[in-house]
């Protein structure tokens, strides 16, 4: 049979087009080219029932994959064929170039040495290279197998592609291997990566008796595709099947439906289970319980869990500093940092990732980088994420330049490296700088921005209230499908609220189908900002009747609509509310925001009262707020008050120095303001500079 008939018969037309390469670049076959060596000698006989006990004991004891692994080592009899399967296994620690050239020199290409090397490529994750050799044993006369397959399929698996799978599924139903319970198997698993949970439900079905591993690979699948009720209803059926299984991969897969479906107790029984069958002492069973409540429960149960775990790796270890990260808890991120080492766990680049976020969250650049010098000691300088890490870690920390520095050094730069150099210009009122380094990166056409740069670009804009980029940045947000994320439609809101077109930005929240607690906040201060007290207090109790609980910021974005619209008895009803029903606690900011209300409308004796209850924790806003109400209303007496405890304060800038001048200077005493300036002007190493888009 001709090989275009045969490859059309064989339905691989599809395949071209998932190959990174021609497929010119496979090996020819024999009759076309031939070699200029003399032919080798005829392969020898292969023993299948060597083989097939190889693969069945490995199946049984270990996994689907650890059984492919004994491929080529208990097939061949010729020493010749078996020497070159073995050499073939060990390239697999080499790169995907010296693996295929040693593929190409090899003297016998039968089925053995090309389904070894379609594995080993696919299990390094070259899995074009895997395609690419799969249909290249096809044009070199190599009929594939069901081992073939299976390599193929994990191949597909690893792409994500599904009508590749469907390919090699319509090969596997022609060449009647669709029984075989390695490549069903393999099928299955490359079908739930590849998105496709019913499909992979159908091949689990038709399985009559299907052993463990398949279990494992419909439960990891269902997980795979967040179907964790399913996933957790199949290991039901397993356990009334099979009876009690002590398997790590099924205990591993099953933490993971458990933690999906959010139930403690359901947590719980998987725990006790995995104790009662003595998995708890393997430390990938324990990672995984671990993980199953840090995922959703208090963190004080997953410190409990960490202290009781038998074993323990630096993956445990890391896995609880991340959770700690996630609830503010920086400190003691670098106190179990600590206690790792001490316990003689060598730290990976997860753990000092960690530890460098845990500073920029302190805000201590000293720490970071004394952690930096620990990173290009252990060899991490080089790791992408971990220069990411601390890009932002040195922008949180106001140290731009050694951020830009380490940015500009690096050279292969990720989507991630750009948007964390812009959000730490942003973030250090360089919204500019930002913006251009952004209009670099779409100049030289590096990358398509997500939804993470597009917040970031569009706070820019809420920086310098640049209106036009926003629209812009609005309108490609419709066209690359970026609109369809929460945070950029809140972003989006708030940046039109900011400059002044609330019904722009009222019009975005009507559209939002599913609104968040941030949706409600920003549409608020949106509301507040442009001076609509009143529709802010309208949209506040239509909040109290929707699903959203209200926050602290909920609250503060309330009072500041009513302070900028004279709705101070609002406003104060709304405060006791907050304290009395909610049993929110004000911080310094609520404060400052009654004081300020009060002194806008004239109240200036009960907003000194509330200012003089405030201690130093709270810090100086509610007396800067009084200062500026004293300004306002022309009150020497409030101002001058005010200004002494803003002054002595440590947290004021040159605009303080600036009002209190101003304000002598409105009553005629110019050689008081000219005073005031003089003495406070030296304790000021910097003035704030304004800025303006015109």
């Given at each position: 049979m001709a090989l275009p008939e045969l490859l059309s018969r064989l339905r691989l037309a599809p395949l071209r087009h998932h190959l990174r390469r021609s497929l010119s670049t496979a090996a020819p076959p024999p009759d076309e080219h031939p070699p200029p060596h003399p032919p080798a000698p005829p392969q020898p006989p292969s023993n299948p029932k060597l083989f097939v006990a190889g693969l069945s004991w490995s199946a049984d004891e270990r996994s689907l994959m650890d059984a492919f692994s004994s491929f080529g080592t208990v097939t061949e009899d010729g020493a010749h064929g078996r020497c070159s399967t073995k050499r073939l296994q060990g390239a697999g620690r080499l790169g995907s170039t010296q693996a295929r050239e040693l593929f190409d020199r090899m003297p016998v290409r039968d089925v053995v040495t090309c389904s070894s090397a379609i594995y080993q490529n696919a299990r390094r994750g070259s899995f074009g290279e895997a395609v690419e050799l799969f249909v290249g044993m096809v044009r070199a006369g190599v009929c594939p197998n069901s081992f073939t397959?299976?390599?193929?399929s994990l191949a597909a698996a690893g792409l994500g592609d599904t009508v590749l799978t469907e390919c090699l599924h319509g090969w596997a139903v022609r060449c009647r291997l669709d029984s075989n319970p390695f490549v069903r198997t393999a099928l299955l698993d490359s079908y739930a990566k590849c998105g496709c949970p019913i499909k992979a439900q159908a091949l689990f079905s038709e399985m009559r008796d299907p052993g463990i591993v398949t279990w494992n690979a419909m439960i990891s699948g269902l997980v795979h595709n967040d179907l964790f009720e399913e996933a957790f209803l199949v290991f039901k059926g397993l356990l009334c099947t099979l009876g009690p299984i002590r398997n790590v991969v099924t205990m591993i897969s099953t933490a993971q439906a458990c933690a999906g479906c959010g139930d403690v107790g359901l947590c719980g029984a998987a725990h006790g289970y995995a104790v009662k069958m003595g998995l708890d002492l393997d430390v990938a069973v324990t990672n995984s319980i671990l993980d199953m409540y840090l995922s959703f429960a208090s963190l004080e149960i997953g410190r409990e869990i960490f202290r009781k775990i038998p074993v323990s790796n630096v993956v445990s270890w890391t896995m609880m500093m991340g959770s700690l990260l996630e609830k503010g808890h920086a400190g003691e991120v670098i106190s179990?940092?600590?206690?790792?080492?001490?316990?003689?766990?060598?730290?990976?680049?997860?753990?000092?990732?960690?530890?460098?976020?845990?500073?920029?969250?302190?805000?201590?650049?000293?720490?970071?980088?004394?952690?930096?010098?620990?990173?290009?000691?252990?060899?991490?300088?080089?790791?992408l994420p971990?220069?990411?890490?601390?890009?932002?870690?040195?922008?949180k920390c106001e140290d731009l330049s050694s951020a830009r520095k380490l940015f500009d050094g690096t050279r292969d730069k990720s989507l991630v490296s750009w948007t964390a150099m812009v959000a730490g210009c942003v973030e250090n009122g360089n919204a500019l700088e930002g913006l251009n380094l952004f209009a670099k990166m779409r100049r030289e056409g590096l990358f398509v921005i997500d939804s993470v740069t597009l917040v970031t670009l569009l706070l820019a804009c809420y920086v310098i209230a640049k209106l036009d980029l926003c629209v812009q940045l609005h309108g490609y947000s419709y066209k690359s499908g970026l609109y369809l994320y929460k945070p950029v439609r809140n972003t989006l809101m708030a940046v039109y609220g900011k400059c002044g077109d609330v019904t722009l930005?009222?019009?975005?929240?009507?559209?939002?189908i599913c609104r968040d607690t941030v949706s409600w906040n920003t549409m608020i201060l949106s509301y507040g900002v442009s001076g609509h007290g009143e529709e802010a207090i309208a949209l506040f109790n239509e909040m109290d009747k929707s699903?959203?609980?209200r926050d602290s910021i909920t609250y503060l974005n309330i009072l500041l609509a009513c302070s900028h619209s004279g709705l101070v008895d609002d406003g104060l009803t709304i405060f006791r509310k907050m304290m009395n029903e909610n049993g929110i606690n004000p911080c310094q900011e609520h404060i400052g925001c009654i004081v300020d209300m009060l002194a806008r409308a004239g109240r200036l004796e009960e907003a000194a009262g509330v200012a003089s209850l405030t201690d130093n924790k709270l810090g100086p806003n509610a007396w800067k707020a009084l200062m500026g109400g004293g300004h306002l209303h022309n009150d020497m007496a409030f101002t001058?008050?005010?200004?002494?405890?803003v002054l002595?304060?440590?947290?004021?800038?040159?605009?303080?120095?600036?009002?209190?001048?101003?304000?002598f200077t409105s009553l005629g005493k110019y050689s008081a303001?000219?005073?005031?300036?003089?003495?406070?002007?030296?304790?000021?190493?910097?003035?704030?500079?304004?800025?303006?888009?015109?």
């Open positions: 397959l299976v390599g193929a179990m940092f600590v206690k790792m080492r001490s316990n003689g766990i060598v730290p990976d680049m997860v753990a000092m990732v960690s530890l460098v976020q845990a500073s920029a969250l302190m805000g201590d650049g000293r720490r970071g980088k004394l952690v930096h010098n620990q990173i290009v000691i252990r060899g991490f300088n080089s790791e971990a220069v990411n890490s601390l890009i932002t870690m040195y922008s930005a009222q019009k975005l929240f009507d559209e939002m699903s959203e609980a001058k008050a005010a200004a002494e405890k002595t304060a440590e947290s004021f800038d040159y605009g303080h120095v600036v009002l209190l001048s101003n304000t303001a000219d005073s005031v300036r003089s003495c406070y002007a030296k304790r000021i190493a910097k003035k704030t500079l304004g800025l303006s888009s015109i």
